[in-house]
């Protein structure tokens, strides 16, 4: 089978349908990045109030 047609260029780089993807996929990993560092801090604090606790009540 053979043929031949023409096709017309709309968008390249980051303005294409897989640079788009790319876009989105990079923003997510940058939110869940965001969400890794939050929790840890949060465990952080945690682990700080335990401790201050632990102490107050072992004197």
């Known amino acids: 089978m053979e043929g031949s047609g023409k096709m017309v260029v709309t968008a390249v780089g980051v303005n294409s349908q897989t640079g788009i993807i790319m876009t989105l996929l990079g923003a997510a990993k940058d ?9 840890k801090r949060e465990g952080l604090l945690l682990k700080k109030k335990l401790i201050t606790f632990t102490c107050i009540f072992s004197e």
Do not use: C, F, Y
Request: hydrophobic share 45%.
């Open 31 to 39: 939110v869940v990045e965001e969400e890794r560092k939050a929790a």
